[in-house]
Nanobody, 123 residues
Framework: QVQLVESGGGLVQAGDSLRLSCAAS????????IGWFRQAPGKERGFVAA????????YYADSVKGRFNISRDNVKNTVYLQMNSLKPEDTAVYYC????????????????WGQGTQVTVSS
């Protein structure tokens, strides 16, 4: 079992930056790929970014490519999502999730989830 806790969300203006953190506890964190997903009201959960267990592979949704950066610190058991040049359409609840299987971007393959952190971007 892996417990995940997100933090760092908030209310910002368009063009601002935020850094989300996903702190993990429980089983060996470095065994897990970590993904970030988001869900806006009335919309389906969508993939944002993922990082492999070693940090050697990353993958981004087209909508955030070039603006967001995912990284991890396996000593601190934490994954970060640096979000730059935020847009109003980035407004959503952001979730991190852990998966011990094949590196992927499919939310239904991720077994462990955090409670989410709200990001609101005003225009």
């Amino acid at each position: 079992q892996v417990q995940l806790v997100e933090s760092g969300g908030g209310l910002v203006q368009a063009g601002d930056s935020l850094r989300l953190s996903c702190a993990a506890s429980g089983r060996t964190f470095s065994n897990y790929n970590i993904g970030w997903f988001r869900q806006a009201p009335g919309k389906e959960r969508g993939f944002v970014a993922a990082i492999s267990w070693s940090g050697g592979r990353t993958y981004y949704a087209d909508s955030v490519k070039g603006r967001f950066n995912i990284s991890r610190d396996n000593v601190k058991n934490t994954v970060y999502l640096q979000m730059n040049s935020l847009k109003p359409e980035d407004t959503a609840v952001y979730y991190c999730a852990a998966d011990a299987g094949r590196f992927n971007s499919d939310w239904y393959r991720y077994h462990y989830w955090g409670q989410g952190t709200q990001v609101t971007v005003s225009s």
